[in-house]
C-alpha cells in the first residue's frame, strides 16, 4: 500500500508560481509517479510523470517549459514546480502512483489561477 498526501495549492494570480508536495509513505518502490490534475466539468488529465528508477520525465503539451516534475527520495516527497501560470491551469492536482503512475492516488489540492 501506498499513501499519498499533496500540499501547496492555493490561489494565485495569472504569471506567479507555486510548488506542490506530495508526501509518499508505505511502500515507496513505486515505478512511477504522476501529478494529474481536473478542471471543474472535465475528464481528469496526466500532467507530468517521472519514473522513479531512472528520473526519466514525460510532460503534457500544454505544460511544457512551464511545469518541473521532480522527486527527493530522502524525504520520500514528489514535487512539482508549477510557473507562469494561467487561468486554463485551475484544477484539483492530484499526486499518483505505481506501475502505470495511477494506482494510487492523492485527495487532490487545489489550485486556482486568476487573471
Known amino acids: 500500500q501506498v499513501q499519498l498526501v499533496e500540499s501547496g495549492g492555493g490561489s494565485v494570480q495569472a504569471g506567479e508560481s507555486l510548488r506542490l508536495s506530495c508526501a509518499v509513505s508505505?511502500?515507496?518502490?513505486?515505478?512511477?509517479m504522476a501529478w494529474f490534475r481536473q478542471a471543474r466539468g472535465k475528464g481528469r488529465e496526466a500532467v507530468a510523470r517521472?519514473?522513479?528508477?531512472?528520473?526519466?520525465?514525460y510532460y503534457h503539451d500544454s505544460v511544457k517549459g512551464r511545469f518541473t516534475i521532480s522527486q527527493d527520495s530522502a524525504k520520500n516527497t514528489l514535487y512539482l514546480q508549477v510557473n507562469s501560470l494561467k487561468p486554463e491551469d485551475t484544477a484539483v492536482y492530484y499526486c499518483?502512483?505505481?506501475?502505470?503512475?495511477?494506482?494510487?492516488w492523492g485527495q487532490g489540492t487545489q489550485v486556482t489561477v486568476s487573471s
Open positions: 499518483a502512483a505505481g506501475s502505470n503512475c495511477d494506482k494510487y
Open positions: 508505505g511502500d515507496t518502490n513505486v515505478g512511477c
Open positions: 517521472i519514473y522513479t528508477s531512472t528520473g526519466s520525465t
